[in-house]
């Protein structure tokens, strides 16, 4: 198959590169593209996975809040008015959503079958709030248009492990290896991640001819 990602030089990018390059498809990651770009990638394709969206390892002032949601919604309607202009648009349109669009719960997992959406619970701050905010919105943005010859999937992933340089798991490896790992906070909320196997193993449910489900 022909995969194109938009987004996906990034850390969760390349373990698919990487995966799907090694099991023989012709893989394509874009870095930012414009509607051109993305149009000339997309011709011909068999599954579009956008990953695209500006890095939040970063503090949340008001100019960098503005560009994750931005560049988040904004790529999402523009492959939006790309593939409305395909003739043949690609099978499957997987789209990168996130876990932290459930609420805040220490009483409970937050899973797909029983999760509750998250915002404006008592007592939680406001950078939580925008951070259910921009998951809405993508989400939103992606499921405003049917896109009747294509299948669209939202993966509301958590924070994805692996060993690679720049990833979750290097720095807080670096924390720990200066002398800054334990307990943070109470240490009795859940963190939620998953290990890159198991994101490349869920990504491939939603490839043509498989069952898939938004996870």
Not at 4 to 15: A, K, M, N, S
Not at 29 to 34: C, E, N, Q
Not at 58 to 75: L, N, P, Q
Not at 86 to 109: C, E, F, M, Q
Request: hydrophobic share 40%; with cysteine; net charge positive.
């Amino acid at each position: 198959m022909k995969i194109v990602i938009p987004g996906g030089t990034g850390q969760v990018g390349r373990l698919l590169v990487r995966y799907f390059s090694g099991q023989g498809h012709q893989v394509l990651a874009l870095h930012r593209s414009s509607s051109a770009e993305l149009t000339a990638a997309l011709a011909g394709s068999d599954v579009c996975i956008n990953l695209a969206g500006r890095s939040v390892n970063c503090r949340y002032g008001a100019e960098k809040r503005r560009e994750i949601f931005d560049s988040r919604i904004d790529t999402t309607r523009q492959l939006h008015e790309v593939m409305a202009g395909l003739g043949k648009p690609p099978r499957v349109w997987i789209n990168a959503s996130t876990a932290t669009i459930y609420r805040h719960a220490l009483d409970r997992a937050m899973t797909e079958s029983n999760g509750e959406l998250g915002g404006n619970e008592p007592g939680a701050p406001d950078t939580w709030n925008f951070s259910i905010a921009v998951a809405k919105g993508w989400e939103e943005a992606f499921f405003s248009k049917v896109t009747p010859l294509t299948r669209q999937v939202a993966i509301r992933s958590a924070i994805t492990f692996s060993p690679d340089r720049g990833g979750a798991f290097d720095v807080l490896l670096g924390l720990v290896r200066h002398g800054l790992g334990g307990a943070q906070g109470s240490g009795e909320q859940f963190v939620s991640w998953i290990h890159e196997f198991d994101f490349v193993r869920r990504s491939t449910y939603s490839l043509p001819g498989r069952t898939s489900r938004v996870w």
